[in-house]
């Protein structure tokens, strides 16, 4: 398994409040990617990174930040939590020139 | 706009006989798919892959089918096993990295 570490695996918070997910990586991979898991939609991209401090919007970035000041970890947060942000929430890396992510186990977030 | 469409929800198998899941996509610009597999409380699992200049990739039990011109892509499960058991997602690129797009899913159940 691909050495990929989300925290916290489940949290509830309330709304309003600001949230942040972490993933951390062994692998030395270049890309990092935050997706989100939602019946109906499958996963979406919400934000990645190509490199240390290089990072770009996905499809669902609106409400959500992230950060990259290493090449293991990946940050995510929602700056003021809303219900429609309770999701799945899976971090995943890949190597460069290597299109197969591997992903992390995922972190179930409920906003109350 | 989903470019990438699984249009059954769910599937269910006898131990022993073929699985097929079917995906459509619409972005002409994609040239790699994938497939993963994933279990409850768990991250997705990279499964097998092709790349457009392919029209056919085996490995073990599975094989992945691309029809180019149809915009349409399959996966074969022979023979099927209760541990096969899950979710498939299929997911393209339109890059040689993993930014994917994911269809919503389909439900295998392998029944004895």
């Known amino acids: 398994d691909a050495g990929i570490t989300q925290s916290p695996r489940h949290k509830v918070t309330e709304t309003g409040t600001p949230v942040t997910l972490r993933c951390h990586q062994t692998?030395?991979?270049?890309?990092m990617y935050w997706y989100r898991q939602d019946p109906g939609h499958g996963l979406r991209l919400i934000h990645y990174s190509y490199g240390v401090k290089d990072t770009d919007k996905g499809e669902v970035s609106d409400g959500y930040s992230v950060s990259r000041s290493k090449t293991e970890d990946f940050l995510l947060t929602l700056e003021s939590a809303t219900s429609s942000q309770t999701s799945v929430y899976f971090c995943?890396?890949?190597?460069?020139?290597?299109?197969?992510?591997?992903f992390g186990q995922g972190t179930r977030l409920t906003v109350v | 706009d989903q470019q990438v469409k699984q249009n059954s929800p769910s599937l269910s198998v006898q131990e022993g006989r073929i699985s097929i899941l079917n995906c459509d996509y619409t972005?002409?610009?994609?040239?790699?798919f994938l497939w993963y597999k994933k279990y409850p409380a768990e991250g997705p699992t990279f499964l097998i892959s092709?790349?457009?200049?392919?029209d056919k990739n085996e490995d073990g039990r599975f094989t992945v089918f691309l029809n180019k011109s149809a915009k349409h892509l399959s996966l074969h499960i022979v023979p099927s096993q209760p541990g096969d058991s899950a979710v498939y997602f299929c997911a393209a690129s339109a890059d040689s990295w993993g930014k994917l797009q994911f269809g919503a899913g389909t439900q295998v159940v392998v029944t004895p």
């Open positions: 692998e030395n991979h270049r890309y």
């Open positions: 995943a890396i890949s190597a460069a020139g290597n299109t197969e992510a591997f």
């Open positions: 092709i790349s457009s200049i392919k």
């Open positions: 972005n002409s610009m994609f040239d790699y």
